[in-house]
């Protein structure tokens, strides 16, 4: 997604309240397509299928529920582009991998987007987190830069947008327990492939630098919520790594492993 760069973001916020309009109705459908118990998701429905007889597979009704988040397109940008790969399809890859890990160990998953070039805003993103009571959303991005390897952020304080703050402090504090779980149950699995940076907050990033340290996301957030750069698409090895299958597949399980870790303990 490329939050660390100063990319031309113009006009961010006018841009945002048009598409929030825009999407509105659609973002309707889909919360009123969900169970009332909350406990499950039409658009899990929609991707969860048995990898070996394609036959779709469905949780416990109270199982926990994580909701994902594959990072773009939204008002902030269509995600970035590097060595011919698009960010956008990345996560979207990724995103489907890790639901199918995340099913098969018996999480139930919320996707904030039916489809690839779906465009959702980071307010809607959150607030289908917030409807399915997620236990966690994790929020899938690629990078560009100078760096290397994969980094987790968090919110470790409040800000205002559209009139709304958060996120509160309760959510900050699980955020950040999260970010650690995952990020440590990662290691053994990348260890090898790409770098694990240091943990950092939404204050680290462009977007949430400008609007007092809190990206879009989080401020609408009311369950926890992580965010990761998987990885830095401009650099040659990060760019083979998370464009191979089997590249995929390991941060998906490295995810799943630690989502699992994350979500049975809190369970």
Request: aromatic letters at 6%.
């Amino acid at each position: 997604m490329g939050l660390i760069l100063s990319r031309s973001r113009t006009n961010a916020s006018t841009k945002e309240a048009k598409q929030f309009k825009q999407n509105q109705e659609q973002n309707n459908k889909l919360a009123q397509a969900r169970p009332a118990d909350n406990n499950s998701s039409a658009l899990a429905d929609t991707f969860s299928k048995d990898t070996a007889s394609g036959v779709p597979t469905k949780p416990s009704a109270d199982a926990p529920v994580v909701c994902i988040d594959p990072g773009h397109p939204s008002e902030t940008s269509e995600g970035a582009h590097a060595h011919g790969l698009s960010e956008n399809q990345l996560n979207w890859q990724v995103a489907l991998k890790l639901k199918s890990e995340l099913e098969a160990m018996g999480i139930r998953c919320v996707m904030t987007k039916s489809s690839q070039n779906q465009t959702v805003t980071n307010r809607e993103r959150a607030e289908v987190a917030n409807h399915s009571h997620a236990l966690v959303m994790v929020r899938l991005h690629c990078d560009v830069g100078s760096g290397s390897g994969y980094t987790w952020y968090y919110p470790d304080r409040s800000a205002t947008k559209y009139g709304i703050t958060g996120p509160p402090k309760e959510v900050q504090e699980k955020s950040h327990e999260a970010v650690q779980v995952i990020n440590t149950a990662m290691k053994p699995i990348l260890t090898g492939y790409l770098k694990n940076n240091p943990i950092k907050t939404d204050a680290s990033t462009y977007v949430g630098g400008k609007q007092g340290g809190v990206l879009t996301g989080s401020i609408f957030a009311r369950v926890p919520t992580a965010l990761i750069e998987m990885c830095f698409i401009n650099q040659k090895k990060d760019a083979q790594f998370i464009n191979s299958p089997k590249g995929q597949e390991l941060m998906a399980k490295a995810l799943a492993e630690g989502i699992k870790k994350y979500v049975f303990t809190i369970h």
